[in-house]
């Protein structure tokens, strides 16, 4: 091993972390632990690290003895150090180097202080571990009644490659990644995040996240509350029992009361058709089904009041508007009487064709003949009412698209506005087959709208057989059974015992059924 004299001192460093100092020749009175061969840096941590070193001495020996670091190779005492103050005479001692930055890459080396200098030991070198990631989270904007926006900023990554980032979010403070959460990525830096499918009208809990080799780390808790997804509120008043005959609603019950509501797109604005049938009817607005309120009667001038006195109306089908964000709010209800318009229906585009109420069914009824054209729905000769179909379906919205009708026939039509913000619509065709009509099985034998006595109607000449009601050439719509006054869906065929000529006529909304021999 090489040998260092200083006035009869003898002085061997080692340090050794990852490596031992190699011996070239070995002298008698040098004498090393085999153990520390394979002695590595202990307790290697993100700020601090144990080194274990080793130093021989004879004659005079050192004053002091310990190890120096640095960020740079060959660090020496004017750099950081830490003496050893071990007592005993022991040749290996051991310092913990602290105050270290996280994963960073130093160079140490073992020191004596002796009469005639310092001298140092071989150098090793170590790297610091990583710690978790510094993320912040950011203010939640964009807030909704289902979604919202929030998102963050890693500012530090801890020396670790960011893996996964995002928010998590829940109903309970400091949520986790266990909690509901969104994936945005990897990287350090601002992140954007999206939340959604949301309640309406509840306080969440957010917190961004970051993840590393070391772990996940979490921004402060951020609270927000969502606005509502929809509104649902109640109609009662003294009309209900009168104006929904058969139903199970009530006079001044909200829970069983007619409802308007709002859509998650536009959350303030609640609609919905109402009907009231006495001459003069009493009513309210419930915001729950029940009076715990609040509830809002009339403040004047169409304004809402927690503590106004009910509504009063007359008779009449009511389109009942309510603008719940403003301040007070606001509310219209107006009458309306719905029918056919457009080149297919018998007036044209000058005027509707009306339809008729039925409140035991809650819809506009009637039939009318179509040529080859479009229609749509509208009420009180304006515009400001009416409804199309987009979606070119069953569904209806306000203002939509002329509705297609491509054979000229007459048409019993059903219009559904009794479902607040779902309103649909059916227009069919309606006739008999069976094998008692004349071409059997094989064809309809067309009805035609019969106005005076709301039915439709057909005379045919009928053999011994049976037959059936079809709507619009096809079987997803038919009628059968053995009660002419109460006839059901894909009921049985109806008889025909005696042949002869025939009047029948058929309700569709009603599904009685008249069979006379002539």
């Not at 309640?199 to 590393?212: C, F, P, S």
């Not at 139903?247 to 829970?255: E, V, Y």
């Not at 005076?452 to 005379?459: A, S």
Request: proline share 4%; with cysteine.
């Amino acid at each position: 091993m090489k040998k260092i004299v200083l006035n009869r001192l003898l002085v061997v460093l080692v340090i050794d972390a990852f490596f031992f100092a190699s011996c070239t020749k070995e002298q008698s009175d040098v004498r090393l632990n085999p153990k520390l061969a394979s002695t590595q840096v202990l307790n290697l941590k993100s700020d601090s690290a144990t080194i274990v070193s080793f130093v021989v001495a004879s004659g005079s020996g050192f004053s002091e003895r310990g190890v120096v670091y640095d960020v740079a190779t060959a660090p020496t005492t004017d750099k950081s150090k830490v003496i050893d103050t071990e007592t005993g005479n022991s040749a290996t001692f051991t310092v913990k180097l602290g105050g270290l930055s996280f994963a960073t890459n130093y160079f140490a080396r073992a020191y004596a202080i002796t009469a005639n200098g310092t001298i140092y030991g071989k150098e090793i070198t170590f790297t610091t571990l990583p710690v978790l990631a510094t993320v912040t989270t950011d203010s939640i904007t964009s807030i909704a009644g289902t979604s919202a926006t929030g998102g963050g900023d890693i500012t530090n990554d801890g020396g670790s490659a960011i893996t996964a980032r995002g928010i998590c979010y829940s109903l309970t403070a400091n949520p986790t990644i266990t909690s509901s959460k969104t994936s945005d990525g990897t990287g350090s830096g601002v992140f954007v995040s999206s939340m959604t499918k949301l309640n309406g009208l509840t306080t969440y809990h957010v917190r961004a996240y970051a993840t590393n080799t070391v772990g996940t780390t979490y921004g402060s808790d951020v609270q927000f509350t969502t606005l509502v997804s929809t509104r649902l509120w109640y109609v009662p008043g003294d009309y209900v029992t009168a104006s929904y005959p058969g139903s199970t609603l009530k006079d001044w019950d909200p829970a069983n009361s007619p409802q308007v509501k709002s859509l998650a797109t536009s959350p303030d604005n609640i609609e919905g058709y109402v009907y009231m049938a006495n001459t003069t009817n009493g009513w309210k607005f419930a915001t729950l089904p029940n009076w715990n309120g609040p509830n809002y009667g009339d403040g004047g001038s169409g304004k809402l009041d927690a503590n106004g006195g009910n509504f009063s109306s007359p008779m009449g089908y009511y389109k009942i508007n309510v603008n719940a964000g403003a301040n007070p709010m606001t509310y219209t209800a107006v009458a309306t009487v719905w029918g056919v318009i457009g080149d297919a229906s018998p007036n044209g585009w000058n005027d509707e064709t009306a339809l008729t109420y039925n409140p035991a069914l809650t819809t506009w009824n009637g039939g009318m003949h179509l040529t080859v054209g479009s229609f749509k729905f509208r009420a009180n000769h304006s515009w400001d009412y009416n409804y199309g179909s987009t979606a070119a379906n069953a569904t209806l919205d306000a203002g939509g698209s002329n509705i297609a009708n491509a054979l000229e026939a007459d048409y019993a039509f059903t219009l559904d506005l009794s479902h607040p913000l779902a309103y649909t619509y059916s227009a069919n065709r309606w006739g008999v087959i069976g094998d008692a009509t004349p071409d059997g099985w094989n064809s309809d034998q067309n009805m035609t709208w019969d106005p005076v006595n709301h039915v439709f109607k057909v005379t045919l000449n009928l053999v011994v057989g049976a037959f059936k009601f079809r709507a619009n050439d096809a079987w997803d719509i038919n009628y059968g059974g053995a009660n002419m006054n109460a006839l059901t869906a894909g009921g049985d065929n109806i008889p025909i015992t005696v042949a002869g000529n025939y009047t029948i006529t058929f309700d569709p909304w009603a599904h009685v059924a008249t069979l006379t021999m002539n």
